[in-house]
């Protein structure tokens, strides 16, 4: 009789235990951050002159190969006068480019900025002095060195590397506004580090704020493009949110929507499970053009306890992304079979432009809406998969998730996200899967010990 009880108690904690399991997810969403998937990748056209020879587009190719390694930028050569209904082109005649060769940086989220590559010519032209003009091969990198590296930008990925988070405050002209923008940002800060023990998953180090002040705003030119600003575009206190690998997440805040609530409720979201229930999409952000180099990685591998460079935990990440967008294809998700490259981008990987030259150009501005809240800046707002809406229940902007509205000073306060709260009008579809799943193989498993246990029986003399 002790025996039967003893089996029944395990048949039931058989049946407990996988349900329990199916309900937690094994990263948060800071973990995830880290997982370059290569989805939307920085694009770097260059445009080649008729004359250049084959010769020459091999040695660009070579070049780039080494000056693009760790990056997540991706080169393709446009030969000019071969290809004239190039993409690409378009996107060289809203700058004003006539004169190849040429380079131009486009953006995952539409905004293009051209590169000087003046000084390069092909092996055939004419005209100048070695000690003026240099080969592509040379021309090239030399321009991608300021655009991969930058103070601000570095100390933005150290910090990812290390911390929950960082704030980036961009300061404005007046003291008074930016003293006031930087106490909003130090108690969101402070907040999220006196609450770090609630997480679902434990991170070590709280978030950190980076100051780039007035001065150092010509410096920091690539970083404000990122945000589509100029450094005259800056005339009052802006703020945005990185985590993982130096990826910006949410909407630039400025003016009355810059407070301490809206900046916690952002960041709340970075310590929250993976299967949240937020847009993947959304919760992916954009990543600073930069090199993540081998001091980043080891740093990152030291604050998460595993390498997010490897091919496994990608599978896995891709896995719990797919479940956490319900099973449904996205233009963002690499849903199809594909091969991971260890060690790299493929040497011969296709980059396909689209048509991002009629997408605004200029600064981002907020929009009120109703009155109470401000919705995210419309220029900055991920563009949707054209031909496809996202699944029922996600939401139908990639820029804000649902339960977030960044509010006016005085207004009523939205409810902060829960951590690991889904609405109940729409359950996950992973979720509901993996406890049907967790019943049917613990209801099977205390059947089969059952039955075993009356067989035992009826054969005892």
């Known amino acids: 009789m002790i025996r039967l009880k003893w089996l029944v108690a395990v048949a039931a904690c058989c049946l407990v235990f996988p349900l329990g399991s199916a309900s937690a997810c094994q990263y948060n969403v800071r973990e995830v951050g880290f997982i370059d998937l290569g989805i939307e990748p920085y694009r770097l056209a260059v445009y080649l002159p008729q004359d ?3 010769e020459g587009v091999s040695g660009l190719k070579d070049a780039m190969e080494v000056a693009l390694a760790e990056t997540n930028i991706r080169f393709e050569p446009v030969l000019a006068a071969v290809d004239t ?6 996107i060289a005649r809203t700058h004003g480019i006539s004169r190849f060769p040429a380079a131009v940086l486009v953006s995952p989220d539409g905004q293009s900025m051209p590169l000087d590559v003046s000084r390069a010519s092909s092996p055939r032209s004419e005209g100048g002095t070695p000690s003026t003009q240099v080969s592509l091969a040379e021309a090239v990198p030399a321009a991608l060195a300021g655009v991969l590296e930058s103070p601000t930008r570095r100390q933005i990925l150290e910090k990812c590397a290390d911390a929950y988070g960082v704030v980036l405050l961009i300061e404005g002209p007046e003291p008074q506004a930016n003293a006031t923008a930087k106490k909003a940002v130090a108690a969101a800060v402070q907040h999220i580090g006196d609450h770090l023990e609630f997480l679902p998953k434990p991170i070590k180090n709280p978030p950190e704020m980076v100051v780039l002040d007035q001065k150092s705003l010509e410096r920091e030119q690539v970083l404000l493009w990122t945000f589509r600003l100029k450094p005259e575009d800056v005339n009052r206190p802006h703020a945005a949110v990185f985590y993982g690998r130096g990826r910006w997440i949410g909407p630039l805040f400025e003016g009355e929507v810059l407070t301490a609530d809206n900046l916690v409720q952002l960041l709340g979201i970075i310590g929250a499970d993976c299967e949240c229930g937020l847009d993947h999409r959304w919760l ?11 001091a980043l990685q080891q740093r990152a591998v030291t604050s998460l306890g595993f390498d997010p460079e490897s091919p496994m935990i990608k599978m896995e990440i891709i896995s719990i992304l797919r479940r956490g967008m319900g099973g449904f294809a996205q233009a963002a998700m690499p849903l199809e079979y594909r091969e991971i490259e260890i ?15 009629d997408k605004p150009q200029g600064p981002a501005r907020s929009e009120e809406v109703g009155g109470v809240g401000l919705a995210p800046p419309k220029s900055l707002s991920r563009e949707e998969p054209v031909g496809q809406s996202p699944p029922h ?32 009008s729409q359950p ?34």
Do not use: C, Y
Request: net charge negative; charged share 15%; proline share 14%.
């Open 284 to 294: 992916q952000g954009t990543m600073l053009p930069a090199r993540w180099d081998a």
């Open 428 to 461: 996950r579809p992973a979720l509901v899967g993996q406890v049907l799943a967790g019943s049917l193989a613990g209801m099977a498993l205390l059947v089969g010990l059952t039955s075993m246990i009356i067989v035992l029986r009826a054969r005892r003399p």
């Open 85 to 90: 209904n190039h993409p690409a082109l378009k």
């Open 343 to 357: 060690g790299g981008a493929a040497e011969d990987e296709e980059v396909t432009f689209e048509e991002d030259a």
């Open 393 to 424: 229940g996600l939401p139908s902007s990639p820029e804000m998730p649902p339960g977030f509205i960044p509010q006016k000073p005085g207004a009523a306060a939205s409810a902060p996200l829960p951590a690991q709260e889904t609405p109940a």
């Open 52 to 54: 250049v020879p084959a």
